[in-house]
């Protein structure tokens, strides 16, 4: 009787501390051009939403070396969207829910690849090109008449 209580009592105390498990998707694409950016989302497990919540940024580059530190509010949609500053080059992204008294805490790592960023040119080149009859070139002074009065 004494094991059957304290069992049950155990049980009380693990179903009312427990947490209710999240989940985080790093939902932009993990090749970016330079200035590009990092869109996450914390969710439940029913993937509903969580809003309002911190999640830590840090993105660290090929050698290690932190590169961003940053924590941002989930808006009411549970994302964050981040501006990139980031050069060419290879990084690792690892974003952190701490959790609360709700939801338990949780984190994810992706590698992200930054990629130049391509800049369209404009060039022109002006090739002329012009009527010829025999060799001669037109003289504007020398021009055909036409039927156009101005």
Do not use: R
């Not at 155990?10 to 990092?38: D, R």
């Not at 969580?50 to 961003?68: D, F």
């Not at 990629?115 to 369209?120: G, Q």
């Amino acid at each position: 009787m004494i094991i059957l209580a304290a069992a049950i009592g155990v049980m009380f105390l693990t179903s009312a501390n427990a947490k209710e498990p999240t989940n985080i998707k790093i939902t932009s694409s993990n090749e970016q051009n330079e200035g590009g950016n990092l869109s996450v989302i914390l969710t439940d497990l029913n993937g509903t939403p969580i809003s309002n919540e911190s999640l830590n940024i840090s993105i660290t580059n090929s050698n290690g070396i932190p590169v961003m530190g940053k924590s941002v509010k989930t808006d009411s949609k549970g994302e964050i969207n981040l501006n990139l500053d980031l050069k060419k080059g290879e990084y690792k992204v690892n974003v952190t829910y701490k959790g609360n008294q709700k939801y338990a805490g949780i984190n994810t790592t992706q590698k992200l690849t930054i990629k130049e960023e391509v800049t369209n040119t404009v060039s022109s080149s002006s090739t002329s090109s012009s009527s010829q009859s025999s060799g001669t070139p037109y003289d504007i002074n020398n021009l055909p008449p036409t039927n156009d009065p101005y």
